[in-house]
């Protein structure tokens, strides 16, 4: 079975610096997909970037950049230029290619001080 | 984006009354829906996954009798927690799909049994 670990339960970051969310994984599986996905004080779990296994080019979207070190099982989260909209739990997800189910880690709470 | 609706947001039951809760895919047809549950400040937990007119399937430890979870059309599925108890109080998070394209997440359901 998939697993998905975050090993950093709370993290902060002041303002305008960066910050980088760890999250490990372990499967047996070659093709799959990584996720990161947000959630906010509302609970709604936002989409934030996702990473194709087969893809060498760590995704990029705006300020959130990944680090995907496939040999390593490794997929970190960096936000540049962090804002107070940033604040939220982070969770870092799996799925298979072949499979539906998303598994997620324990997630990380992000704290953005001003 | 895909939306997804769920209804209602939050629900207060007495202990031993069921409680149904919708999941809407307002503008895309979902052949698989999910269904999760969230302790405060844990992860999202899978309880079952469940595809347009078949039975769901669901996760190890989850009291299929208890959790009866229905997905009669391409756009709504819902979860009746029968003979609701204090301990079944949590966040409910549903989730649709569309073929194994990017899952789309409800806002949740607050449950709280007293």
């Known amino acids: 079975a998939q697993t998905v670990t975050q090993s950093q339960p709370e993290m902060s970051v002041q303002e305008a610096e960066t910050v980088t969310l760890s999250c490990t994984y372990d499967t047996s599986e070659s093709d799959y997909y990584l996720f990161w996905y947000k959630q906010p004080p509302s609970r709604q779990m936002i989409l934030v970037i996702r990473q194709e296994a087969y893809k060498q080019q760590n995704a990029t979207e705006n300020r959130f950049s990944v680090n995907f070190q496939k040999a390593a099982k490794s997929f970190s989260l960096k936000i540049s230029d962090s804002q107070l909209g940033d604040a939220a739990m982070y969770f870092c997800a799996y799925r298979g290619n072949a499979g539906n189910m998303l598994t997620f880690g324990g997630g990380t709470r992000l704290m953005v001080k001003p | 984006g895909a939306v997804v609706s769920q209804h209602p947001s939050w629900v207060i039951c007495k202990s031993g009354t069921s409680v149904k809760i919708e999941c809407r895919s307002l503008?895309?047809?979902?052949?698989?829906m999910f269904w999760y549950r969230q302790f405060p400040k844990q992860s999202l937990m899978l309880m079952a996954t469940s595809n347009e007119g078949s039975k769901a399937t669901y996760e190890q430890g989850v009291e299929k009798d208890k959790f009866l979870i229905n997905h009669a059309s391409l756009t709504l599925s819902t979860l009746t927690v029968t003979s609701a108890h204090p301990e079944d109080s949590s966040f409910y998070i549903c989730?649709?799909?569309?073929?194994?394209?990017?899952?789309?997440f409800g806002p949740g359901t607050r449950l709280t049994v007293t």
């Open positions: 989730s649709a799909a569309s073929g194994t394209a990017s899952r789309y």
């Open positions: 503008d895309f047809q979902a052949t698989t």
